[in-house]
T-cell receptor, first 114, second 111 residues
Framework: DTGVSQDPRHKITKRGQNVTFRCDPI?????LYWYRQTLGQGPEFLTY????????KSRLLSDRFSAERPKGSFSTLEIQRTEQGDSAMYLC????????????FGPGTRLTVL | GENVEQHPSTLSVQEGDSAVIKCTYS??????FPWYKQELGKRPQLIID?????GEKKDQRIAVTLNKTAKHFSLHITETQPEDSAVYFC??????????FGKGTTLSVSS
């Protein structure tokens, strides 16, 4: 499968624990986005990378959240000291960045904070 | 920042009928408008998109129209089929930046 992949697909954790998610982009897609989706809502932007550079963060990305994209390939999103309000689907999307603006989504990681 | 409003929130049609979903956006700098289909438990899938230099685009049974002056765009699905049942999201962005999504429309097609 050459699409965007995410790992894990599901994560259940207790409040206060740290969690890390991984996104593997489509090969040679140099833009990578993280979104969060809660039930009944559209995806909400969190942050994005052009290659290894993090270019924008939304107000939703509190200081408990951090994202990296070393070497401009896969990306990780870490949430520290999780709260129940962090429960959501975390989606990764990648874009060629060559004038083609289509964003292709991964299957997401569903986080449940107990 | 950009704000996208989407209507209706739910839409029920009979198989074979047409369905129309409408979105408005606020930021005149937005120039890229994709539509995504999301089935229950699945990832959003891009079904069609339009750029601001085009007024209409068609792909088989789906079409999108854009009115830049009024800042609204619409998705049209003709000859609906039960497999069209899903949640549809519109989005807007300045190309190469984050997508701002509407809240979604749940389309139900009954046979």
């Amino acid at each position: 499968d050459t699409g965007v992949s995410q790992d894990p697909r599901h994560k259940i954790t207790k409040r206060g624990q740290n969690v890390t998610f991984r996104c593997d982009p489509i090969s040679e897609h140099n833009r990578l986005y993280w979104y969060r989706q809660t039930l009944g809502q559209g995806p909400e932007f969190l942050t994005y990378f052009q290659n290894e550079a993090q270019l924008e963060k939304s107000r939703l990305l509190s200081d408990r959240f951090s994202a990296e994209r070393p070497k401009g390939s896969f990306s990780t999103l870490e949430i520290q000291r999780t709260e129940q309000g962090d429960s959501a689907m975390y989606l990764c999307a990648t874009e060629p960045g060559t004038g083609k603006n289509e964003q292709f989504f991964g299957p997401g990681t569903r986080l449940t904070v107990l | 920042g950009e704000n996208v409003e989407q209507h209706p929130s739910t839409l029920s049609v009979q198989e074979g009928d047409s369905a129309v979903i409408k979105c408005t956006y606020s930021d005149s700098a937005s120039n890229y408008f994709p539509w995504y289909k999301q089935e229950l438990g699945k990832r959003p899938q891009l079904i069609i998109d339009i750029r601001s230099n085009v007024g209409e685009k068609k792909d088989q049974r789906i079409a999108v129209t854009l009115n830049k002056t009024a800042k609204h765009f619409s998705l049209h699905i003709t000859e609906t089929q039960p497999e069209d049942s899903a949640v549809y999201f519109c989005a807007a962005s300045e190309a190469g930046t984050a997508l701002i999504f509407g809240k979604g429309t749940t389309l139900s097609v009954s046979s």
